[in-house]
Each structure stands twice: as structure tokens, then as C-alpha cells.
């Protein structure tokens, strides 16, 4: 087969026009494709450090907007497993203006727990107990005090949007942590937040964090906090921390769902428009399968040939779609967001690998009926072929 | 006198169109004999293709016996037919059919790739294939790049570089000039008087046909009797 490449590759090269409009098209979709598969693999695929995979989310089952009673977290901390349980309010709010530079995340806080929880929060010990002893205290991540140009000891003041309340805070401690979206953000003392309120709104909670004593026990942590509040008249929605950051990404809808159906429209237009293609060059050259089986080339033989044309385009086309989808994902990787596996997103060996199967079966699929006919035409008929 | 190579009995080939059949052969005996030159001549329509199609094998007969270098045609199946072809069989067509895409060197060297030789035995093959039609100086021009008499020694080159025994030609120098066309006929009685090979040649030409040692009349599908030799 390797004998008949030559002719293979200046076949495809035959119609100039035609088979650069094929790769193309053909490196678009695979830049779609490969792009939603990184995605997809980023989300669903990326090992999440350890500490992470302790660590679990139970929010409102309602909606991540709505707060659940600050007694579940007492209840949540007798299930066995666990180890400790936070409180985490999100404050929203405004910081000087609306303008991006402006928006982070500001997080209400337990101290005592906080760092328990988060153990990989590096912070030096006397901020740290500076930050738990000094109510009106807050800490932010390296990269956001430096984005603002925050130094310990600068007042921040955060208006209040969902809650109605104007928030003074000390900036006593600078952290690092692995966490990209935690270094990007600022963590304040719920308890400030507590006695700013009015009494009604005293008492709820948004999130809470809950740390399990072993990955083992996770999963069934997972279950016996949900069905702990079952039939109350507030139910629980209970999942690993990295999942927690994808539903919170899907607040719209099934991010799973929709990158698939995407990778699937794509395929099965790009498989079309293929096929199409493929239908027309070999239409024109159902002469030449009559020439080359006169000089004792089998049917086979010229079925590897066009099969090899097609495959070619295809995995040239997807060569350059994976280019592009690399670019693409610098792209994203310098967008801001607030999922941290689209901070490091880029297309995986496994992923390019997997697009290039892709388009080696497109090729294959989309040309296999046309060749199959072209190199089953008696010699006579085809010869007589005239297009 | 000498070895029969092609040997057809009651050999007939009938096409059937829709509702209409067209006898295109009809009980055709033909028998040719070892360094033979045959001239098949005819009108249009008169079968003459469809014969050398049954002798290359490219068609089966709808009736009759067909022996060809000692093989019956009709016992092979499609793959060893299509080897058997590319040994035995060199054929060559009114209108070249030369791969557009490939060189006068790619395409001389099409039917080697089928054989077990190396990349370098083709190439040299090949050459002296391209050598031996006097385009030794043209084996990187393309088909457009060659005049219509080039293309078809490219052609010739294309069909002799197995070194088949049998040679078949459909009307060769139908789309050539007188010149051209005479080269040609020089080019295929030299194969058939230096190098031994059998011809059949399809042509309408009766100048062309005086290359031949032997000349065979069709008609609607008929061989006539031959009524001596010209
Ligand atoms: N594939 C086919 N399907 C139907 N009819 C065919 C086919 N091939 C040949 N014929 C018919 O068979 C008859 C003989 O055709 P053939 O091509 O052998 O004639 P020919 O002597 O070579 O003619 P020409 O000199 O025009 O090339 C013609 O009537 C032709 O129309
Ligand atoms: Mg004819």
C-alpha cells in the first residue's frame, strides 16, 4: 500500500481548489472539535489535586442562589467521614466601580475552619492569626492584591448588591494558593458579615464546604448529607468540589450535553460536506479506476487508493484544525474566568490524538460508498466513463 | 508451425441494454499464433473492441471458449486475472489514458508497483522501458507537456515495462497524425520483430494494417473467413 502513496497524495492534490476548500473546512470543524473535546477533557478529565478531591460542596438543590440554615452545618458535621464543615457565603457586591479590573470574588468566611479546610493556603502564622482574631479582617489571594495593588493594612470597602449592607475591611493577610480562582479572590469574616445584617437575614448560609477525612468516604458523604435533609422543607445538593466548580459553570444548563452535541453536529456536518466532495472527484475519475485495472490493479487496490486520498485530506485538514484549536485555547487560557481547567487549557496528546482517529474515520466513512462503487465498476464500463 | 496464443471457439458477447441485446461478438474462431503481427479490421461497431477486450480479459464472454497463453480465462477468479494481466498483457488505447497527475516515469512505472520489485529495479525498468520508445529525455514531463505522439509511446512503455508476451492495441494511432501514427506502427512491428512479443491492433487504417503479418475482418460481429493474406 505504502508503494501507491505517491499517487495517492498527487491524486489529492489533483484539484487544487477543490481539496484546499476540503482541508479547510475540514481544519475548522476540527478546531471545534478539538477545542470542545480539550474542553470536555479539562473538565471531566484533569486530576484534581488531592485536597480537592476531599473536599465537597452542599448548596441549596433549588438553586446556587438560594441559602440553605446555618444549623445543617451542625447536622452535616455528625455524619461520620467528616471531618470538618465551613460556612461560605458569596457577598457579591461592588469594589470602587463595575469595571473588570474591579471584579473578583468576595467570600464570606469562617477563619477558624477556613484553613483546615484549605490546607494548601499558604499564608505566614501571624497573618493568619490576624485574620482570625480581627473581625473586620480580610485576606486576598498574591495575584488579586497585586492586581490591585493592595499592601496589609489598606481599608477595602465592598458595597453590597444581594445583601443591603457597605462592608469595611483591613486587608491583614496575602496568601498563595493553587488554586487559581482562590488567588484571585478576597475572604473576609462571615461573622462581620452576621452582625451587619438585619436580624431576618441573619442565620443563612450559601455554601457549605465540607472536608472528609479520606477520599473513601466521599462518596458516601455525598449521600448521607442529601438524604439527610430529604424531607425537610430545604433540600441539599451535595458534590466533590470539582464538580461543584462545573455546576457552577452550568448554572445554564448540562455543559456535558452541550459540548457533545456540539462535537457531534460538527462531525456529522463535516462528514457531509466530505462525503459530497469525495463523490464528485471520484465521479471524475471512474475512467481511471478502468485504466489502472487494465494494467492489473485490483478492485481492492484502487479501493486503498481512494480510501488513501480521502484520509489524507481528512488528516491534513484535522493537522491544521488542531493547530488552530491550539491558538484558540491560548486564547481562552488568557481570558479571564472563573474556572480554573480553562486557565490551563490547551489540546492533550490524548485529545489530538483522538481528533486525528476522528478525521481518519470521516475520511474513511465519507469516501468509502463512493470508492467502494468507483472500484467495483467492470473495467469495460468504466473505460467507457467519460466524465 | 509455432505456439498458439490465442485460441477462441464459438467465442460470442452479447450486451444487454435495458430490453434491447446487442450481439457485439458472435461464435468468433480466431487463432494467433507465436511473434504473430495481427491487424483486426472492421466498421465501426463491428466488434472489434469487444474482441480484445475478451482477450485481456477485461470482459467475460457471454458464451464460448477463450484461451489465452495456455490459461482459460474463464477459470481464474477477478484477482488472479487481474495479476495475470499485468504479467501477461500489455494494452494500449486510442486515447493514451496516461495518469495526468503523474510523470512520463510514474506513469511507465504504474504496472511494476504491482510487482515485487524494489523502489530502484522499477526506476531502472522503467527508464529503459521509456528508452526503448526514444523518450529517455522526457521522463519527468507530464502527459500536457508531451505531444499527442509522445503520450502514446509513453503509453507503449506503460504496456511493454512487464515485458508482456502479448501486446493488444486498440486502434493505437486513431487520434494521431500520419507522422506520429507512422512512428507508432515502427515502434510496435519492432516489438513484435526484435523483441518476439505477439500483436493485436485494432485500426481502420489499411496502411496501418500493412504493418501486420496477418489481417482479420469483422463484421456485426462476425470473423470472415480470410481469403489471403495482403
Ligand atoms: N458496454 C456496452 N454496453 C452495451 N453495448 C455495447 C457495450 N460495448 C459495446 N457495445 C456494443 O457492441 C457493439 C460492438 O462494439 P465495439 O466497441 O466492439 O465495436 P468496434 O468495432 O470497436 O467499434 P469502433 O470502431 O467504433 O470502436 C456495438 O454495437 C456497441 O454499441
Ligand atoms: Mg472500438
Known sequence: MLRHLPLVLKNAWRNRRRTVLTILSMGVSLMILGLMMAIYHAFYFTNTPPEQDLRLVTRNKVSLALPMPQFYGDRIRQIPGVREVEAEQWFGGVYIDNRPEHLFARLAVEPDKFFTIYPDVNIPDEQKKAFQQERSACIAGRELAQKQHWNLGDRITIEGDIFPVNLEFTLRGIFDAKDAFMNRSLYFNREYLEQSLPQARRGLVGTFTILANSPDNVPRIERAVDSQFQNSPIQTKTETQSAFGLSFLAFLGNVKLILLSVCGAVTFTILLVSANTIAMSVRERVHEVGVLKTLGYTSEAILGIILGEAVAISLVGAMLGLLMAQLMSAVVRAMPTFNDQLETLTIQPSVAVLCLGVAAMIGLASAFVPAYHASRTPIVEALRSTE | MSETVIETRRLSKEYIRDEFHITALQDVDLEVKRGEFVALMGPSGSGKSTLLHLIAAMDVPTSGEIKVLGQDLRK??????????????????????????????????????????????????????????????????????????????????????????????????????????EDILHLLARLNQEFGKTVVMVTHDPHAARFASVVHHLEKGRLLPMNGNP
Open chain 2, 76 to 181: 481464474l477468479s477477478d484477482r488472479a486475472i487481474a495479476r495475470w494481466r499485468n504479467e501477461n498483457v500489455g494494452f494500449v488505447f486510442q486515447s493514451f489514458n496516461l495518469i495526468p497527475v503523474l510523470t512520463a516515469l510514474e506513469n511507465v512505472e504504474l504496472p511494476l508497483k504491482l510487482t515485487p520489485l524494489k523502489k530502484q529495479e522499477r526506476i531502472d525498468h522503467a527508464v529503459t522501458a521509456l528508452k526503448l520508445v526514444g523518450l529517455g529525455d522526457r521522463l519527468g514531463h507530464y502527459p500536457r507537456q508531451l505531444s499527442g505522439g509522445q503520450e502514446q509511446r509513453v503509453a507503449i512503455a506503460r504496456a511493454i515495462v512487464t515485458d508482456p508476451a502479448l501486446i493488444l492495441a486498440d486502434e493505437p494511432t486513431g487520434n494521431l497524425d500520419a507522422a506520429s501514427a
